[in-house]
Structures are given as structure tokens and as C-alpha cells.
């Protein structure tokens, strides 16, 4: 059975700070890693995707992917209160689109 | 940027009676997929369709159904409704012709009582 881990959190961290977020997977086929933020009550939304090894910035963000050691992670720098939300990791396998989702990591950001 | 659209937004349904829940992709999508979040839980992969036919399946009950029509809006049919069926349902939309990226609609919470 595929399988994503996170940490649940909660990842408290000042504002202006990097917040590091991980993830794992089990599934060596898989091909597409996605984080998506979800505020309470609401639908998640992509923040970043990745498909190769190495970095991937955007903006105030940046997705590694080390497909060796089964590992994606998001960095956000100058953190904001309206960053808090749990990110969730998304990976889908070979052969398939349907996402797998890890439980999510809850990130509060103090201002 | 048009957005997934989702309708009914609520929905509130005793048990054993049914739910129909709509979606319409984002414009030029041709992948419709459904997912399934409880409370304090990740989505779960319900069910996906690609060009009106379906095209992966998880974890969804015999009691729920699911379709694609010729102008690319799925439905969600669930019958029997039970308590655990009380869920956010969302709905998500991928151009495969590009990239595999996944957009999520608004949800409909529902609720049976």
C-alpha cells in the first residue's frame, strides 16, 4: 500500500522565519509530488510541484525532491501569519494519477 | 482564472436517503477527480475519470456511483447514506494534455443526520 508520512506538527515558528516541512513516501515508482495548503474548513490549494531531483523555487517557496532516499520537502522563507494552514504532501504513483496524501503538518507562524 | 466549481456547497441528508454532488471542471480539463475528506483526516481517492470514461478507482463504497458527461461536469451519486458518509467531498480537474497537476474545487460538506 502506498504511503506518504509527515509529521503532524504542530511546526510553530516566529514570523520572518524558514519554516521546513518533510514528507516520505513508500511507493519508488512514484513520479509527481505536490504540496497543497489547506486553511480549516477549505479545499486545498497547490502551492508547488515538483517532478526531478533537486530544488524548485517559487516566490517565497521552495520543493526539494531526493528520489533516492524517497524524500520531498517545502521551504518557506520570511514566514507570515497568513502562511499558518496545514500542508499537505501529495504523490501519485507510476502508472496513475490519483493522489496519495499524507496526513499533514499543521504550521503555525507567531507573529 | 475560472476555478473547479462545486455544487450543492452543503448538503444535510438523513440516513439512507441519497446525495447527488456536481462538478465542472476547470475549462479545457479533461480529468475529473473525487476525494473524500473526513474530519481531521487527508483526502482519500474516490474515483477519476479521463475523456468520460473512468479511469483509476480507490477506496469508494458499492453505494456511491460516479459519472463524466459529453461536457466534462462529473456527479457523485451516493445512496444508503450513512453517518461516516458525513464528509467534505472535493473535487479536482487536470488537463492530461499538459500536466498532471491536480485543481481543487470549493467542496461540498455534507452532512447526514
Known amino acids: 500500500q502506498k504511503e506518504v508520512e509527515q509529521n503532524s506538527g504542530p511546526l510553530s515558528v516566529p514570523e520572518g522565519a524558514i519554516a521546513s516541512l518533510n514528507c516520505t513516501y513508500s511507493?519508488?515508482?512514484?513520479?509527481?509530488f505536490f504540496w497543497y495548503r489547506q486553511y480549516s474548513g477549505k479545499s486545498p490549494e497547490l502551492i508547488m510541484f515538483i517532478y526531478s531531483n533537486g530544488d524548485k523555487e517559487d516566490g517565497r517557496f521552495t520543493a526539494q525532491l531526493n528520489k533516492a532516499s524517497q524524500y520531498v520537502s517545502l521551504l518557506i522563507r520570511d514566514s507570515q501569519p497568513s502562511d499558518s494552514a496545514t500542508y499537505l504532501c501529495?504523490?501519485?504513483?507510476?502508472?496513475?494519477?490519483?493522489?496519495?496524501f499524507g496526513k499533514g503538518t499543521k504550521l503555525s507562524v507567531i507573529p | 482564472a475560472a476555478g473547479v466549481i462545486q455544487s450543492p456547497r452543503h448538503l444535510i441528508k438523513e440516513k439512507r436517503e441519497t446525495a447527488t454532488l456536481k462538478c465542472y471542471p476547470i475549462?479545457?480539463?479533461?480529468?475529473v477527480y473525487w476525494y473524500q475528506q473526513g474530519p481531521g483526516q487527508d483526502p482519500q481517492f474516490l474515483i477519476s475519470?479521463?475523456?468520460?470514461?473512468?479511469?483509476d478507482k480507490g477506496s469508494i463504497p458499492d453505494r456511491f456511483s460516479a459519472q463524466q458527461f459529453s461536457d466534462y461536469h462529473s456527479e457523485l451519486n451516493m445512496s444508503s447514506l450513512e453517518l461516516g458518509d458525513s464528509a467534505l467531498y472535493f473535487c479536482a480537474s487536470s488537463n492530461s494534455g499538459s500536466t498532471d497537476t491536480q485543481y481543487f474545487g470549493p467542496g461540498t460538506r455534507l452532512t447526514v443526520l
Open positions: 501529495a504523490v501519485n504513483g507510476a502508472g496513475s494519477y490519483q493522489l496519495t
Open positions: 511507493d519508488r515508482g512514484s513520479q509527481s
Open positions: 475519470f479521463y475523456e468520460k470514461m473512468q479511469s
Open positions: 475549462p479545457r480539463h479533461d480529468t
